[in-house]
């Protein structure tokens, strides 16, 4: 089963700040999702990436496909309280299933 | 936009309860997905529908059976509810192995 490890696990920090969060994996992912989730609520869809070294941004979010597609990144820029939520990292299951394989999350509080 | 909708956002059940979760997407896709989200251990994924009447588990299948009747509905049952079944519940519908689409989640509680 292939897991995908996502770091730090709780992030707290100032309005204003930067901050990354990283999702790490052993097996290669032709493609990786990032959603966000808010308490009370499902997840939402952020980015899909899908070539190696690819980044896509989103606003103050900024998002990296590693070269070897096995890894990914989501650095914010000037964090808001509004960024505040659940990040998830997901990447579609290479054993054939139409599965998507998650991340626990990092839980990000960004306070005012 | 995609809308994926679960037919409650609160239940209490009690033990031994014959319990249905019920979720709708509006977007013709063709797999739909159940899952439960518990504290430390991330989305587990329960079962999975890639077409009508099809269904395949997932990581955590004990307890639980799903029903796909329709294309845009996908049903968990919880056939004798139990404690430790108390969870949030997502539904979720994709159109390729990516990108799925959530509803707003099923906070089931079993007393």
């Known amino acids: 089963t292939q897991l995908l490890e996502q770091s730090p696990q709780f992030l707290s920090i100032q309005e204003g700040e930067n901050l990354t969060v990283y999702c790490n994996s052993s097996?290669?992912?032709?493609?990786l999702q990032w959603y966000r989730q808010e308490p009370g609520e499902g997840p939402v869809l952020l980015v899909t990436?899908?070539?190696?070294?690819e980044v896509k941004k989103l606003k103050r979010l900024t998002f990296q496909f590693g070269d070897a597609r096995k890894d990914s990144s989501l650095h914010i820029t000037a964090a808001q309280p509004g960024d505040t939520g659940l990040y998830l990292c997901?990447?579609?299951?290479?054993?054939?299933?139409?599965?998507?394989?998650f991340g626990k999350g990092t839980k990000l509080t960004v306070n005012p | 936009d995609v809308k994926v909708t679960q037919s409650s956002r609160y239940l209490v059940k009690r033990t031994g309860e014959k319990v249905f979760l019920e979720c709708v997407q509006d977007?013709?896709?063709?797999?739909m997905f159940w899952y439960r989200q518990d504290p430390g251990l991330g989305l587990r994924l329960i079962y999975f529908?890639?077409?009508?009447?099809?269904?395949e588990k997932g990581d955590i299948p004990e307890g639980y059976s799903v029903s796909r009747e329709k294309k845009e509905r996908f049903s968990l049952i919880l056939e004798s509810a139990s404690t430790n079944q108390t969870s949030m519940y997502l539904c979720?519908?994709?159109?390729?192995?990516?990108?799925?689409?959530f509803g707003q989640g099923t906070r089931l509680t079993v007393v």
């Open positions: 097996s290669v992912f032709s493609s």
């Open positions: 997901a990447g579609a299951d290479q054993g054939g299933s139409e599965k998507l394989v």
């Open positions: 990436v899908v070539t190696g070294g």
């Open positions: 529908s890639y077409d009508v009447k099809m269904k």
């Open positions: 977007m013709d896709h063709e797999n």
């Open positions: 979720a519908s994709s159109l390729w192995s990516y990108e799925a689409f």
